[in-house]
């Protein structure tokens, strides 16, 4: 890529750091959330979920808090996106002799990243200081953050797609808010895959939080993981940590394919 | 810098359909180096569709538009080098301060670090913000946003600049401070569209005004040609105070008989005028009309008489054309 495009990608990446700066109470609030969630699963379920769970409880619910920060803040990645639309600053960003208008997503989606993977590490942070580490050293950390980072970049290519694709906020925000339940109560995210129901099992293992949450919680609870362990059997296969992590990869291209066609569509 | 002979923005037959609405309908004109172009027309008259289609942000269904000699539809990018561009509202961003929304704008517009700087420090000081350069844009007023929005069209040196509603929602003060800015750009050879409701802004400022009714092109000019083109005076009569179909029809006869033009009048006025050439016998139109509704048996009210404006020409040219907006 050219150093024009660079130099524009860096700008607006730049604007958009300014704007965590000048109210870091959304980054704050969205650390927080996952915090509670975390103090209150364990408060609230672990002697329910004794029998359900083997080991640890935080050792579980980890996995889950990290998940659902990098899935929500990066579905909402497009948001800001919108009210620039709806403020006539997107038309400035039109107008401007831009070498690529991609950069308008990449600086979004690195900031994104960037503020998200932020969160994530306070949470490994936080859950370690609880004793709760990632198993096998480095690898282990380096799986659990390429997980991360795959989901946030794959849900950020959604939302910022789905930033173009809709003309007002408050559309947006319905979808998002519509769509965040499910995708994380269908998931492994909060009961093991095989609690779930058999037929329900293989919709689940398709949904990405899924395809990022069971190598991430091999790598959390398992001392003996590896790339090849089988996980719960499902009527879709068997799948591993390795054949997860290639499913995520998927729905990353794919995601960024679509949200860069839409982007070719709305932006012309 | 004067004028220089070289359009630097050109619009050819310029046409765009909404559905059924036709919002173009073969626009052309062109704009010199160091010429304030004004483009007046009514609500719905196209203007911003137009402006839209300038700046890149739609294209048209036919016809072209070059600036610079860039061709804004094959070759947006170019275009896009050689224009300056603020819309109606201030697109700004109000978390940033003043030179920070300047240093963005450079970023977009590749100025090297050292350029963008000196360039955004000179902006501002031009422009009345250097006090307020670190404050953040929430706290300015709707002038110094104005001007900020300016300075960030004006930041890569652009040759054309394009303004839709420059001074709108400014009081008088920042109104007369914004035409001197734009004044001063288009001495130093800067081409200037602006679309404008406000006939003193199109007077002060623009040396061309084109007149933009239902997609058309309903009269250009110099606001001086504009006002001769309808003609020496503009009379004002009515017959009743409220607004009837007879008496307006009366009237218009009455205007023929004298050898005046009748025009276009708003629906909810009784008031009626007619464009008149001098009188030959030297004698006040007033009169002449009040003497030949006279002899008709009509006793005629709110006579007036005056030279015509540049809104009269506005109205004469797209009234009638006009989108019924009430
Ligand atoms: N996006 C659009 N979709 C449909 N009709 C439009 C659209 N934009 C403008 N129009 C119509 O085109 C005509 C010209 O509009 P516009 O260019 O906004 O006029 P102006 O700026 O002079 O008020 C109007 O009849 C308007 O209703
Ligand atoms: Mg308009």
Redesign the interface.
Known sequence: MSREFWQETRIQAWRWFLHTRRRPIVVISGLFQPLIWMALFVLVLKDSMREVIVGPYLDFVTPGALLFTAFNASLNAGVPLLFDRELGFLDRLRVAPLADRFSIVLASAIHIAVITLMQCVVIIGAAAALGVRFQGGLLGAGVGLVALLLVILGFTAVSLGLAFQFRRHFEMLAVVMIVTLPMVFLSSAFAPLERLPEWLRGLVLLNPVTLAIEPLRAVYSDEEWSFTMPLDETWLGTPTPAACLVGLAIFVAVAGFWSRGVLRRKLA | MGMSAAPLLCVRDARKRYGTVDALCGVSFEIAGGEVMALLGPNGAGKSTLIRSL???QKLDSGSAEVAGADVGANP?AA??A?G?A?Q?S???K??TGS?ML????????LPRVEASSRGKELLQRFGLAEAADRAVETYSGGMKRRLDLA?ALL?RPRVLILDEPSSGLDYEARRGLWALLAGLARDGVAILLATHDFEEAESLAHRCVLLARGRVAGSGSAQELRDALGAWVVTAAVRSAPRAEDRALLHELFSALGGTPLPESPDSAECAMAAPERADGRVWTDALREEAARRGVVLTALGQRRPTLQDAYLAATRGAAEEVR
Not at chain 2, 103 to 110: E, I, P, V
Request: hydrophobic share 40%.
């Open positions: 700046t890149t942000l990018s896009r080098r224009f561009y819309g509202e697109a700004l961003d978390l940033l920070e240093r963005f704008q450079a970023g977009l517009a590749h960030c890569h």
